[in-house]
Nanobody
Framework: VLLVESGGGLVQSGGSQRLSCTAS??????????MAWYRQAPGKERELVAS???????NFGDSVKGRFTISRDNGMKTVSLQMNSLNTEDTAVYYC??????????????WGQGTQVTVAS
């Protein structure tokens, strides 16, 4: 399974950026996986940014509530993260994550390679 992120880069404080993650190689339907974005800043632990499950239920990390949105397109096998009102504390490597629980294979979890988001003050 391959998760490929795109859309990272440098953005000014207060600006917006959109990340996308495209999945390939899944045995089971993309729609059955919970998709999520995590981030890791230098010297800090990886933290959940947002997740969206197979039923469309969404969760956000406390630090991004009201600023970020997450969406998925099951037909395109993509999950996107729209980030608004960015600040320097949002600077991190952002990782795409897929988790599924299946009767035949058990729990499956996959990670993308990460994309750097840098917010300049």
């Amino acid at each position: 399974v391959l998760l490929v992120e795109s859309g990272g880069g440098l953005v000014q404080s207060g600006g917006s950026q959109r990340l996308s993650c495209t999945a390939s190689g899944m045995i089971f339907s993309f729609s059955l996986y919970t998709m999520a974005w995590y981030r890791q800043a230098p010297g800090k632990e990886r933290e959940l940014v947002a997740s969206i499950d197979s039923g469309g239920v969404i969760n956000f990390g406390d630090s991004v509530k009201g600023r970020f949105t997450i969406s998925r397109d099951n037909g395109m096998k993509t999950v996107s993260l729209q980030m608004n009102s960015l600040n320097t504390e949002d600077t991190a490597v952002y990782y795409c994550n897929a988790v599924g629980q299946f009767f035949t294979s058990g729990r499956e979890e996959y990670w993308g390679q990460g994309t750097q988001v840098t917010v300049a003050s």
